[in-house]
């Protein structure tokens, strides 16, 4: 099997993954929700566990479902005592989703040791070994698992967002406007919600925990900082998560160390330097 074939795939595969996460990312970003990926990841690791526990198979769209549900569970139970003004939005998200991983966690300690889903793979995630899971069509391989699927989430998000992108735009910005012409909000928060756990769910076992934070956080942030329209922030959240990706896996490569850390690196450092950027330009203005 040629190396530079797979590190080819490995390299779009992150591609793929990094601009499907960057899209619900800038809305999440936009309404100030965008620690709700995280509280999502970690709910998606409990509903795949309890999933294999009652059904006793790894590689059945049944996870996808067990984690789906549990996902927008756990997005309906941080809304609702959001709801009640006891808490702050992120203390909430801070409680929650340490409590769902822990579970999750201790349920594979005790009912599981033996299967794939340890701990350092959810928050580290295997990109590297996602080329060797190959696709073959008639003797012949034609890519791996992880690119196609990631592939098909890329195209379903990118027409999601053509067909919403006004809903979503004034939903974000201006509920009550978007009431009176007609479209409910609460139904369009939902299709984000629900677009945000199939991407997730999808790069959850390439990408681990960590890196699905990356991706759908930092490129819309940084996006944020130099951007002036909507359209400017998606181009350049896109843009950014290429850059990040290719910089990221290129640098693991040379340096022979962790993709996640290396991609979560570079995007760090891009958004340093992009507030900078935006730091200098607010004091000339």
């Not at 990094?18 to 620690?35: V, W």
């Not at 850059?243 to 991609?263: D, E, K, R, V, W």
């Not at 760090?268 to 000339?284: N, P, T, V």
Request: proline share 2%; hydrophobic share 55%.
């Amino acid at each position: 099997m040629n190396i530079t074939f797979l590190y080819l795939q490995l390299i779009a595969t992150t591609i793929f993954t990094a601009i499907a996460c960057c899209i619900p990312g800038t809305f999440l970003i936009l309404r100030g929700t965008s620690l709700i990926s995280d509280a999502i990841s970690h709910a998606i690791f409990l509903g795949i566990v309890i999933s294999f526990l009652i059904f006793k198979q790894l590689y059945t769209p049944i996870l996808f479902f067990g984690g789906t549900i549990t996902a927008l569970s756990t997005i309906w139970i941080i809304e609702y005592l959001i709801k009640t003004q006891k808490l702050k939005a992120d203390a909430v998200i801070g409680i929650i989703f340490p409590f769902l991983f822990s579970i999750g966690a201790l349920l594979i300690n005790l009912y599981a040791q033996n299967i794939h889903l340890d701990i350092d793979a959810v928050l580290l995630g295997e990109l590297a070994f996602s080329p060797f899971y190959q696709i073959i069509w008639s003797d012949i391989l034609i890519g791996s698992y992880a690119l196609w699927t990631m592939g098909i989430i890329l195209i379903f998000n990118l027409f999601a967002l053509w067909v919403l992108y006004k809903k979503l735009i004034l939903s974000t910005f201006d509920p009550e406007f978007a009431q009176s012409c007609k479209y409910n909000v609460h139904k369009i928060h939902w299709i984000l919600m629900v677009l945000t756990c199939i991407t997730i769910l999808a790069a959850f076992e390439a990408t681990g925990a960590i890196l699905i934070i990356s991706f759908i956080i930092i490129p819309p942030a940084t996006a944020y900082l130099v951007s002036k329209s909507i359209d400017h922030m998606i181009l350049i959240g896109i843009l950014i998560s290429i850059l990040g990706s290719i910089s990221g896996c290129l640098f693991a490569n040379l340096a022979q160390t962790s993709i996640a850390g290396s991609i979560t690196t570079v995007y760090s450092i891009i958004f340093f330097l992009a507030y900078l950027y935006f730091i200098k330009a607010k004091r000339l203005y």
